[in-house]
T-cell receptor, first 118, second 113 residues
Framework: AQTVTQSQPEMSVQEAETVTLSCTYD???????LFWYKQPPSRQMILVIR??????QNATENRFSVNFQKAAKSFSLKISDSQLGDAAMYFC???????????????FGKGTHLIIQP | EAQVTQNPRYLITVTGKKLTVTCSQN?????MSWYRQDPGLGLRQIYY???????DKGDVPEGYKVSRKEKRNFPLILESPSPNQTSLYFC????????????FGSGTRLTVV
């Protein structure tokens, strides 16, 4: 079974600075997908960024980027120019590829609570 | 608007009283899942469904039932709720093909007393 580990229960960053959230995972599959979800106080789950394991290029979405290290099974999220609206829980999630069906949903880490200091 | 709709958003019930949390999506997604979220544990999958009449257990299925009689609906049934099922529940759906992330409902906060 796949596991996802987020080793930082809480992180704090000054507004406008850069912060990196860590995520590692364990899998025996070669084809899979990784995601970061944001959960603000409204509790809505919002997809932030996704990465296909077969792509070497790191995904980027505006101020959000990932550092995907497939051999190390590491998938960190970097938030640049942090804003007050970035304050939330962030979850790293794994989804199996076609060899695993992909229908069996997401495996989540336990989350990192990100605090933005004004 | 493309969305996953869960109802109710909040529910307080008593131990042993059967309840159903409804979930409906309007995106013609094949895959649907239920998760529970507990502090310090993240989200854990309860059940998932690949399509109509095809469901399977996730990581924490005990005490829950699901059905998928129509593609758009995936209700979660608690036949005899217990206090340890007090949690925040999410329904989610996805197109087949794993590049797609899951779209989540707004969550149901369930308290069993």
């Amino acid at each position: 079974a796949q596991t996802v580990t987020q080793s930082q229960p809480e992180m704090s960053v000054q507004e406008a600075e850069t912060v990196t959230l860590s995520c590692t995972y364990d899998t025996s599959e070669s084809d899979y997908y990784l995601f970061w979800y944001k959960q603000p106080p409204s509790r809505q789950m919002i997809l932030v960024i996704r990465q296909e394991a077969y792509k070497q290029q790191n995904a980027t979405e505006n101020r959000f980027s990932v550092n995907f290290q497939k051999a190390a099974k590491s998938f960190s999220l970097k938030i640049s120019d942090s804003q007050l609206g970035d304050a939330a829980m962030y979850f790293c999630a794994y989804r199996g590829g076609y060899s695993g069906g992909g229908a069996d949903g997401l495996t989540f880490g336990k989350g990192t609570h990100l605090i933005i200091q004004p | 608007e493309a969305q996953v709709t869960q109802n109710p958003r909040y529910l307080i019930t008593v131990t042993g009283k059967k309840l159903t949390v409804t979930c409906s999506q309007n995106m013609n997604h094949e895959y649907m899942s239920w998760y529970r979220q507990d502090p310090g544990l993240g989200l854990r999958q309860i059940y998932y469904s690949m399509n109509v009449e095809v469901t399977d257990k996730g990581d924490v299925p005990e005490g829950y039932k699901v059905s998928r009689k129509e593609k758009r609906n995936f209700p979660l049934i608690l036949e005899s709720p217990s206090p340890n099922q007090t949690s925040l529940y999410f329904c989610a759906s996805s197109l087949s093909g794993t590049i797609h992330g899951y779209t989540f409902g707004s969550g149901t906060r369930l308290t069993v007393v």
